[in-house]
């Protein structure tokens, strides 16, 4: 089996940010099945350009092409979606060139590079399987980035038609599931949920960074790590917040390990308040992360509180419960059920600077609790969430359309 998978965003763990589906891929190759993607030449994070040496780019088996991209994703919201249209364009072509693909995936957001995928498909008469990873347009209007009534009409148009146009819709959340059903009429026997999750043996919970501690300086310190994007959706001003209410703890520091569209204005408000509890490092390639989050004694994860931030499973949660660090969580709703139920770590309202300086504290003071939170967390994330597991789950998904197309 070969399939193909148009993903503008794309990333290896030479990049950073999420890799749910080159981990995907990558289980497919080991056994014995075929992956390539199409991806953008251009950096979603931080609008560089992608360079590779050879087309296709083969990472642990799994064939990646580079797209011609615009490079104006990060400039304004109208010259993002004109880049998100370039590659629409481009994937097109470039996906056409890949020989023998037996099933062709998109995946959204942005929903652009569904129809990419669906037209593939259609014209090499291939099924064609639609991911969601968030529920778009939702976000952007509940987020307040989409208010044009024209647009909005266009999203909503494009979301219909790629709902009913594919084989088969995939999801990575259960709340997604649930939306589709309930809210956009789908039949249940069209959705899939295979949820977002983590491999464990890329995480040794006895390490302790070391090295990146003393890199940083951070030998002493009780470090409180953030990871991922820094966009509005991520809400650091609260994390902000949080750090100046403890700025006379000389023992606490939050690390904030990522890039994106507010990160120069979190580090201009770091610079204006002189808060000198928080590091910023940039983006790092996900194969540092196991080390960056052995180096930290407990993680933090917030989203704006939002309703429809209530439905998703952030990637990088079962990455912190994988490396078994106790989390603080300022987002509501599904993955607060995971970390609750794993008595994983502490939630906090999303927003609330003030209880999330206090579940800092909480961990930093009795780190027995804290240790224990980040084993539950490690136990639970193993059994329920394991990459390898979700991969045969996918693999068998792939198989199944292949053999009955809708």
Same mark, same amino acid.
């Given at each position: 089996?070969?399939?193909?998978?148009?993903? %503008?965003?794309?990333?290896?763990?030479?990049?950073?940010?999420?890799?749910?589906?080159?981990?995907?891929?990558?289980?497919?190759?080991?056994?014995?099945?075929?992956?390539?993607?199409?991806?953008?030449?251009?950096?979603?994070?931080?609008?560089?350009?992608?360079?590779?040496?050879?087309?296709?780019?083969?990472?642990?088996?799994?064939?990646?092409?580079?797209?011609?991209?615009?490079?104006?994703?990060?400039?304004?919201?109208?010259?993002?979606?004109?880049?998100?249209?370039?590659?629409?364009?481009?994937?097109?072509?470039?996906? &056409?060139?890949?020989?023998?693909?037996?099933?062709?995936?998109?995946?959204?957001?942005?929903?652009?590079?569904?129809?990419?995928?669906?037209?593939?498909?259609? &014209?090499?008469?291939?099924?064609?399987?639609?991911?969601?990873?968030?529920?778009?347009?939702?976000?952007?209007?509940?987020?307040?980035?989409?208010?044009?009534?024209?647009?909005?009409?266009?999203?909503?148009?494009?979301?219909?038609? &790629?709902?009913?146009?594919?084989?088969?819709?995939?999801?990575?959340?259960?709340?997604?599931?649930?939306?589709?059903?309930? %809210?956009?009429?789908?039949?249940?026997?069209?959705?899939?949920?295979?949820?977002?999750?983590?491999?464990?043996?890329?995480?040794?919970?006895?390490?302790?960074?070391?090295?990146?501690?003393?890199?940083?300086?951070?030998?002493?310190?009780?470090?409180?790590?953030?990871?991922?994007?820094?966009?509005?959706?991520?809400?650091?001003?609260?994390?902000?917040?949080?750090?100046?209410?403890?700025?006379?703890?000389?023992?606490?520091?939050?690390?904030?390990?990522?890039?994106?569209?507010?990160?120069? %204005?979190?580090?201009?408000?770091?610079?204006?308040?002189?808060?000198?509890?928080?590091?910023?490092?940039?983006?790092?390639?996900?194969?540092?992360?196991?080390?960056?989050?052995?180096?930290?004694?407990?993680?933090?994860?917030?989203?704006?509180?939002?309703?429809?931030?209530?439905?998703?499973?952030?990637?990088?949660?079962?990455?912190?419960?994988?490396?078994?660090?106790?989390?603080?969580?300022?987002?509501?709703?599904?993955?607060?059920?995971?970390?609750?139920?794993?008595?994983?770590?502490?939630?906090?309202?999303?927003?609330?600077?003030?209880?999330?300086?206090?579940?800092?504290?909480?961990?930093?003071?009795?780190?027995?609790?804290?240790?224990?939170?980040?084993?539950?967390?490690?136990?639970?994330?193993?059994?329920?969430?394991?990459?390898?597991?979700?991969?045969?789950?996918?693999?068998?998904?792939?198989?199944?359309?292949?053999?009955?197309?809708?």
């Amino acid at each position: 089996m070969k399939f193909l998978l148009i993903h %503008q965003i794309f990333l290896s763990p030479k990049e950073g940010g999420g890799t749910r589906h080159f981990e995907l891929a990558r289980f497919a190759v080991q056994k014995g099945h075929h992956a390539s993607v199409v991806a953008s030449d251009v950096s979603y994070l931080d609008g560089k350009p992608i360079l590779t040496e050879s087309e296709p780019e083969i990472i642990e088996g799994v064939e990646i092409y580079h797209a011609r991209t615009l490079n104006t994703i990060n400039r304004s919201f109208t010259l993002r979606v004109i880049a998100f249209f370039s590659f629409m364009i481009t994937a097109v072509f470039k996906g &056409l060139k890949v020989k023998d693909i037996d099933i062709v995936m998109g995946t959204s957001p942005p929903l652009f590079q569904g129809l990419s995928a669906w037209m593939i498909a259609a &014209l090499r008469r291939k099924p064609f399987l639609m991911e969601i990873r968030d529920l778009w347009p939702d976000f952007a209007i509940d987020m307040g980035v989409l208010k044009n009534p024209v647009l909005i009409w266009i999203a909503r148009r494009i979301e219909v038609f &790629l709902y009913r146009r594919a084989d088969h819709l995939l999801v990575n959340s259960p709340a997604y599931r649930t939306y589709l059903l309930e %809210q956009r009429g789908i039949a249940s026997e069209k959705v899939t949920v295979i949820a977002n999750g983590v491999d464990p043996s890329m995480f040794d919970p006895e390490e302790k960074g070391l090295e990146f501690r003393s890199e940083l300086g951070l030998e002493d310190k009780f470090v409180i790590a953030y990871t991922g994007a820094i966009g509005p959706a991520n809400d650091l001003v609260t994390i902000t917040r949080a750090a100046e209410r403890l700025r006379d703890r000389k023992d606490l520091c939050f690390l904030i390990v990522g890039d994106g569209k507010d990160r120069p %204005q979190i580090e201009k408000i770091v610079a204006e308040q002189k808060l000198e509890n928080i590091r910023m490092v940039g983006l790092r390639p996900k194969s540092e992360m196991p080390s960056i989050l052995a180096a930290a004694d407990a993680c933090l994860a917030t989203l704006k509180n939002i309703p429809m931030f209530k439905t998703t499973y952030p990637n990088k949660i079962f990455d912190y419960m994988a490396a078994g660090r106790p989390i603080v969580l300022g987002i509501d709703g599904v993955i607060r059920e995971v970390v609750e139920k794993a008595n994983a770590g502490i939630f906090v309202c999303p927003g609330d600077d003030q209880k999330l300086a206090e579940a800092v504290v909480k961990l930093a003071d009795d780190r027995a609790s804290a240790k224990e939170m980040g084993h539950n967390g490690r136990e639970y994330v193993s059994k329920h969430f394991n990459r390898a597991c979700q991969s045969d789950e996918f693999v068998k998904l792939l198989e199944n359309l292949i053999q009955n197309p809708a």
